[in-house]
Nanobody, 124 residues
Framework: QVQLVESGGGLVQAGGSLRLSCAASGRALSGYFMAWFRQAPGKERDFVAAITSSSSSTNYADSVKGRFTISRDNAKNTVYLQMNVLKPGDTAVYFC?????????????????WGQGTQVTVSS
C-alpha cells in the first residue's frame, strides 16, 4: 500500500519561493497521474496542479499558472511543486494525491491516496 509524505512547506514573504516534495513509499507512482491540492482554513480543498505519469503533460489552476510548476522524478518516486512569486492568497495546507481515474482531474473525489499535507504560509 502506498503512502505519500509531503515536505518543504514553511513561512515565506510575499514574492518568495518554496519547493514542495511528495515522496511515496510502498508502491511506485510511475503509472499514475499525480496532483497537488490546497486547502485554506474554512474553505474547500482546491485543485492546484496535475501531471501525467510520464510528465508529458501538466495542468494548472488559473490562479497559479505562470507561477507554479509541477514535476516528478519516477526514479525517486517523488512529485514536486515549485512555487514562485508567492502571494498571501497562496496560504494553505498543500496536499499531494494519486489520481485513481474519473472524468475530472479537478475533483478530489477522483483521488484515492493523499498525503498528510504541509503548511505554506505567505506573509504580506
Amino acid at each position: 500500500q502506498v503512502q505519500l509524505v509531503e515536505s518543504g512547506g514553511g513561512l515565506v514573504q510575499a514574492g518568495g519561493s518554496l519547493r514542495l516534495s511528495c515522496a511515496a513509499s510502498g508502491r511506485a507512482l510511475s503509472g499514475y497521474f499525480m496532483a497537488w491540492f490546497r486547502q485554506a482554513p474554512g474553505k474547500e480543498r482546491d485543485f492546484v496542479a496535475a501531471i501525467t505519469s510520464s510528465s508529458s503533460s501538466t495542468n494548472y489552476a488559473d490562479s497559479v499558472k505562470g507561477r507554479f510548476t509541477i514535476s516528478r522524478d519516477n526514479a525517486k518516486n517523488t512529485v514536486y511543486l515549485q512555487m514562485n512569486v508567492l502571494k498571501p492568497g497562496d496560504t494553505a495546507v498543500y496536499f499531494c494525491a494519486r489520481f485513481r481515474g474519473g472524468s475530472s482531474l479537478y475533483d478530489p473525489q477522483n483521488y484515492d491516496v493523499w498525503g498528510q499535507g504541509t503548511q505554506v504560509t505567505v506573509s504580506s
